[in-house]
């Protein structure tokens, strides 16, 4: 159906009233102004007459191709037209903006036809709707001090003019007509991590402000357009990150995730260090998926443990292998030393360690063969050879075991026994190379 906007032939009669303040004028005009309703006609079309202070803040009718709700016809005649025309342009040279100058008309209207008044009469269109859809602040500041009502669909869509909300605050809540249903749809747009909390606490002063920032906080940074401007307002308000959503996960560690390094650095202190979610991962995991070096070394540095494995059995360094996060890797192991084996490269160590740690308990039994044997003419020189050997082997398996790199992951038992008996095997080598030692020196004497 095509709307239609009645411009009645009394329009002219009204601005000229107002321009040279001639009350008979704007009174006579006011009187024969049309009945404001919209009237469905047989042929698909809606015609509607407002009152009149929307006229005054189109001025003149929009051309067809002018972007607005209506079609815009006029009923006044072409001289009309063109006095109109006239009065902007002589206000307009003189310094006055089309603001400024809806503002004196409406200003001298209100003696005889209140914006209040007006601003009851149910119409396809707000008046505050139309005012902000040409951004004209003022004028909606003077239907508010002069009584108007702001419904709550207004209200919201005000409050995304973020340079407005100081002083539209100035006339919540008393400027509003249904605050039940304002505070409901505020509600709303809070728990969807939207920026309407100090409205809602503007409105409804006994609500539970804890609950909805940290909702409001999580459900924004859940969100992929997340602003971390938009985030810092709602910790600004009392927000703290701890709250979770169904897999365990943390505003703090989405913020983590999004990189978004002053949001972490302002929540850190009110968090738990050990805290995981569903896939074991704690925020230093979430700041090495964001390939973000400064979050992941705040973190490190505020005490997270690096050591700490997700269900895949990934520290934070082997993340980072496995993503191919270079820079982060680079960082750990030089700020940090941090430095751990693939899967592959630690078996490979526990091989050798324990490799070498068989060769010295073999060569015990491998040592008293040579040590007993009568025939053998050269059994001092093997049994310090071999003594030698395994004090070499048992240094190296020793040193190797107490490397960063060896990995602190549940052995087999059986490792651990052969741990012991290469311990005790080398204790008795070394007591027969003394026996040994001992021989030779009393044969020299």
Not at 173 to 178: F, H, L, M, T, V
Not at 197 to 220: I, M, N
Not at 291 to 315: H, P
Request: hydrophobic share 45%.
């Amino acid at each position: 159906m095509e709307n239609v906007l009645i411009w009645p032939k009394e329009y002219p009669l009204l601005i000229k009233g107002l321009v040279e303040q001639n009350g008979a004028f704007i009174l006579d005009a006011l009187e024969a102004w049309p009945a404001c309703r919209s009237t469905n006609e047989d042929d698909g079309v809606c015609t509607t007459v407002l009152p009149p202070i929307y006229y005054l803040a189109w001025l003149t009718p929009l051309e067809p191709f002018e972007e607005c709700y209506f079609q815009h016809i006029s009923e006044y005649d072409e001289d009309a037209q063109a006095y109109i025309s006239a009065v902007k342009s002589h206000y307009y040279d003189n310094e006055y903006t089309p603001e400024s100058l809806v503002l004196m008309l409406c200003q001298r209207l209100e003696k005889y036809a209140s914006v209040a008044a007006q601003n009851t009469i149910d119409t396809p269109l707000s008046l505050v709707d139309l005012f902000f859809s040409k951004r004209y602040f003022t004028l909606i500041e003077h239907a508010l001090n002069n009584k108007s009502k702001l419904s709550a669909k207004d209200t919201l869509a005000l409050w995304k003019e973020v340079d407005f909300r100081e002083r539209l605050s100035a006339f919540i809540p008393e400027s509003i007509a249904d605050l039940d249903t304002l505070s409901e749809l505020a509600s709303e747009k809070v728990a969807a991590g939207k920026d309407y909390f100090t409205l809602l606490t503007q409105v409804s002063p006994d609500v539970d402000s804890v609950v909805l920032l940290e909702k409001a906080l999580l459900t924004h940074l859940r969100k992929k357009t997340a602003k971390q401007t938009m985030a810092m307002r709602f910790i600004e308000q009392g927000a703290t990150g701890v709250l979770a959503d169904e897999n365990n996960k943390t505003a703090f560690m989405w913020a983590a995730e999004k990189g978004f390094v002053n949001v972490v650095e302002t929540l850190l202190a009110k968090q738990d260090k050990k805290a995981t979610d569903n896939l074991g991962n704690t925020a230093l995991h979430y700041a090495v998926f964001a390939k973000n070096e400064s979050l992941m070394v705040l973190l490190i540095k505020a005490g997270y443990d690096f050591r700490a494995r997700n269900k895949e059995g990934l520290s934070c360094y082997r993340l980072a292998v496995s993503i191919k996060a270079n820079n982060l890797v680079k960082c750990l192991e030089r700020d940090f030393g941090i430095k751990e084996l693939s899967p592959e490269g630690q078996f490979d160590r526990i091989k050798k360690v324990h490799v070498l740690h068989a060769i010295v308990t073999i060569l015990l039994p491998l040592q008293l063969f040579f040590f007993f044997d009568e025939t053998l003419s050269i059994k001092s020189e093997l049994t310090l050879g071999l003594t030698m050997t395994a004090v070499i082997c048992f240094f190296f398996a020793t040193t190797l075991k107490r490397c960063a790199l060896y990995p602190h992951i549940k052995h087999p038992w059986g490792l651990f026994v052969l741990r012991g008996f290469s311990f005790i095997s080398l204790i008795a080598q070394i007591g027969l190379a003394s026996i040994v030692v001992l021989a030779a020196l009393s044969d020299l004497v």
